[in-house]
């Protein structure tokens, strides 16, 4: 449930990318530390975006975890959009189309709810 709410709430709105990060072409590569320096800020943006909207929810305060926190954390997308947007078209400018959204579902989706976690932890 998780998964799908994000996925489908982060692809509706289109934002603009960073004209600074260019398109790669076909057998182009980036140093791994250039990589890190365009798309760690854009991770850290969305997931604080995300960390952010779920403590400011009233029933933040009396979840215990569980399915209850993922469910803030999917009702918390929309508000957060244009962040999650931003980081996946620059992965894909980054490592070529659809690599963003494959970043996306999986490692940045895996760690989410405990990124977000550890950042709320301090509001409680």
Request: hydrophobic share 40%; aromatic share 6%.
């Amino acid at each position: 449930m998780l998964l799908a709410a994000l996925v489908t709430a982060s692809l509706f709105v289109p934002v603009s990318v960073d004209p600074e990060i260019p398109m790669l072409l076909p057998g182009m590569t980036m140093p791994s530390e250039q990589r890190e320096a365009a798309l760690g800020p854009l991770v850290s943006s969305a997931t604080e975006c995300i960390a952010r909207t779920v403590s400011a929810d009233p029933r933040f305060r009396v979840v215990t975890g569980g399915a209850e926190f993922n469910d803030l954390i999917v009702e918390s997308v929309p508000s957060c959009v244009d962040a999650l947007r931003s980081m996946i078209d620059t992965y894909d400018r980054i490592y070529g189309d659809g690599a963003g959204e494959t970043y996306f579902m999986g490692p940045y989706l895996d760690s989410l709810p405990g990124a977000v976690s550890k950042r709320v932890k301090k509001t409680r």
